[in-house]
């Protein structure tokens, strides 16, 4: 099978059982918008606050629902075996890791960038500044998916995953927080934002080379 | 003595002496912490890698004493 | 090239190397520390500035330079652990990990004692502080990856792969704080990393710098030998230099 095929057919595989276990990938998604709706009842209702909180929460709420579903990216292929038998069918590690980073970003995280939009009546922020949020949640969730892949890569075989997994994961995103707080700030003042969105966007193609490899080092790992 | 007129001088570290004295004191509290920690993983491995030792002799004696019966 | 190299990946020659190191640069860093703190508090002149609250520097800065210097060390001994499957770097990882975090813990405490008569708070989002303490969470997640695996082997090669993507990291995590912070607070807070610095401030700042490397260097090379022994402890050279 040519790498482009094996490509487009594993991430189909993966969409085609997410389709069956509806309620595995609709989980995060609900955590999403459950934290935003803390955000409103825990400061009151006034709309100036939140409109100035809105992107800071749409920025944690993600991150909190990555850190969901994180620890399911490779537990089930890992704990069937249809892992191991893909790492020795002769397929290079890092595509395998790769297609499986692209199917988890369109299962878990576009949904939850889609769902962000509930921000604009929730917590009155203007659209077009959601525009620009929508961007920066973009590019961050790829980093997070990158970096989240070599996190839940590393945990797959133990049992003490999910506090350890926040520790792994927050302290490196936070470069990705920083430039996208500056976009946001900029866009509120109606600044030009392109110069940290592009930085960001470096960032994300960045981990996009680096982490399949160390994550395949990471599977390797916990599988010998 | 030094940049100070006299001992209390240096001591009171022109009124900054709580700032400075406890961070001194907290850096070399740590480090001779980490010190005793080390040391006493140390001992706590010679201790376990002895046990392991003496196990091992005694069960050493028993077959001896078994293959001369 | 690195054939000269080749008997010290045997564990008992790593031992007494690293034995003979740790004599070697204990008294050094101990002397060196003594040295460097009382020229520090004693006999460096009172900054003009910040009055006497600035000889705090003499023992932070030493440590926030190094707390960085060690993740980087961390980093590339990990890497090279991977690259060439040598078990004795994946050790030393885990023994420098523990003095790491120590110099960071440091680095944060002084610095926050720095701070408050500075600026008048216990804390600041200042660039330094900032990016200490996302170094701190890095040293702990590396401790929690390894206590996550009940193997011990699998956890030190777990904890390499999270070295290296940290040390990937730490620059990016470091310049881009230092960017958010000169965006948030504007030059506030830059005098107190000023351009340059006076010679009578400098020797002792230097001393302690050096000493709390050959610190690094011995409790590193001591804490690897202890970690050595308790992954070799079957082996016949243990037994004979532990003369039981």
């Known amino acids: 099978m040519s790498f482009s095929k094996f490509f487009v057919?594993?991430?189909?595989?993966?969409?085609?059982?997410?389709?069956?276990?509806?309620?595995?990938?609709?989980?995060?998604?609900?955590?999403?918008?459950?934290?935003?709706?803390?955000?409103?009842?825990?400061?009151?209702?006034?709309?100036?606050?939140?409109?100035?909180?809105?992107?800071?929460?749409?920025?944690?709420?993600?991150?909190?629902?990555?850190?969901?579903?994180?620890?399911?990216?490779f537990a089930e292929d890992y704990e069937n075996g249809w892992l191991e038998q893909l790492f020795l069918s002769g397929t290079p590690h890092s595509?395998?890791?790769?297609?499986?980073i692209i199917s988890f970003w369109l299962l878990y995280c576009l949904p939850l960038v889609i769902c962000s939009f509930l921000l604009v009546p929730f917590m009155s922020m203007e659209i077009n500044l959601w525009s620009v949020l929508v961007q920066t949640l973009l590019l961050g969730s790829i980093l997070t998916a990158c970096l989240g892949a070599v996190a839940s890569a590393l945990l797959v075989s133990s049992r003490k995953g999910g506090g350890v997994m926040a520790l792994l994961l927050i302290p490196l995103l936070i470069p990705?927080?920083?430039?996208?707080?500056?976009?946001?700030?900029?866009?509120?003042?109606?600044?030009?934002?392109?110069?940290?969105?592009?930085?960001?966007?470096?960032?994300?193609?960045?981990s996009l080379t680096i982490a399949p490899l160390a994550t395949a080092q990471a599977l390797k790992l916990n599988m010998g | 003595m030094g940049a100070f007129e006299s001992f209390a001088d240096f001591l009171a570290m022109n009124g900054y002496a709580f700032y400075v004295w406890l961070s001194y004191g907290l850096a070399f509290l740590l480090i001779i912490g980490l010190f005793v920690w080390s040391k006493w993983q140390r001992k706590s491995i010679e201790q376990e890698i002895g046990q392991q030792q003496q196990v091992r002799t005694v069960r050493q004696q028993q077959v001896n004493s078994e293959m001369k019966l | 090239?690195?054939?000269?190299?080749?008997?010290?990946?045997?564990?008992?020659?790593?031992?007494?190397?690293?034995?003979?190191f740790q004599k070697f640069f204990m008294p050094i860093a101990i002397i060196g520390l003594l040295v460097g703190c009382v020229w520090g508090l004693m006999f460096a002149p009172t900054d003009y500035q910040q009055s006497d609250s600035a000889r705090i520097m003499y023992i932070h800065v030493p440590a926030a330079i190094w707390s960085m210097g060690v993740y980087m060390s961390m980093g590339?001994?990990?890497?090279?652990?991977?690259?060439?499957?040598?078990?004795?770097?994946?050790?030393?990882?885990?023994?420098?990990?523990?003095?790491?975090?120590?110099?960071?813990?440091?680095?944060?405490?002084?610095?926050?004692?720095?701070?408050?008569?500075?600026?008048?708070?216990?804390?600041?989002?200042?660039?330094?502080?900032?990016?200490?303490?996302?170094?701190?969470?890095?040293?702990?997640?590396?401790?929690?990856?390894?206590?996550?695996?009940?193997?011990?082997?699998?956890?030190?090669?777990?904890?390499?792969?999270?070295?290296?993507?940290?040390?990937?990291?730490?620059?990016?995590?470091h310049y881009s704080v230092e960017w958010w912070n000169?965006?948030?607070?504007?030059?506030?807070?830059?005098?107190?990393?000023?351009?340059?610095?006076?010679?009578?401030?400098?020797?002792?700042?230097?001393?302690?710098?050096?000493?709390?490397?050959?610190?690094?260097?011995?409790?590193?090379?001591?804490?690897?030998?202890?970690?050595?022994?308790?992954?070799?402890s079957h082996r016949k050279w243990v037994l004979e230099i532990l003369g039981k």
């Open chain 1, 95 to 100: 595509l395998i890791v790769t297609s499986r």
């Open chain 1, 9 to 73: 057919h594993s991430i189909k595989r993966d969409l085609q059982i997410a389709a069956i276990q509806k309620h595995e990938f609709l989980l995060p998604v609900l955590f999403f918008i459950l934290v935003i709706v803390l955000f409103p009842i825990t400061v009151g209702p006034d709309g100036k606050l939140l409109a100035r909180l809105a992107s800071a929460v749409g920025w944690i709420a993600l991150i909190l629902s990555m850190l969901i579903a994180l620890p399911r990216m």
């Open chain 3, 1 to 20: 090239m690195f054939r000269w190299l080749h008997p010290y990946a045997k564990p008992e020659k790593a031992y007494q190397l690293s034995m003979a």
């Open chain 3, 76 to 173: 590339i001994a990990g890497f090279c652990a991977l690259v060439w499957q040598i078990r004795l770097l994946e050790i030393s990882v885990l023994a420098m990990a523990p003095i790491g975090a120590a110099f960071t813990a440091i680095a944060l405490f002084t610095g926050s004692l720095w701070g408050k008569p500075m600026w008048g708070t216990w804390w600041v989002w200042d660039a330094r502080l900032t990016s200490e303490l996302i170094l701190l969470f890095l040293y702990l997640g590396v401790f929690a990856l390894f206590q996550s695996f009940d193997d011990k082997r699998t956890g030190a090669k777990a904890a390499c792969i999270l070295a290296v993507i940290g040390m990937v990291n730490v620059p990016i995590i």
């Open chain 3, 182 to 232: 000169t965006l948030h607070q504007g030059a506030s807070i830059t005098k107190l990393d000023k351009p340059s610095i006076a010679p009578s401030m400098l020797w002792p700042l230097l001393i302690n710098i050096v000493s709390v490397l050959c610190l690094f260097i011995a409790f590193t090379c001591y804490r690897f030998a202890t970690e050595l022994l308790r992954a070799e």
């Open chain 1, 176 to 206: 990705a927080l920083i430039f996208a707080g500056a976009a946001m700030d900029a866009a509120q003042q109606s600044l030009p934002y392109t110069a940290p969105i592009t930085i960001l966007a470096a960032l994300a193609v960045f």
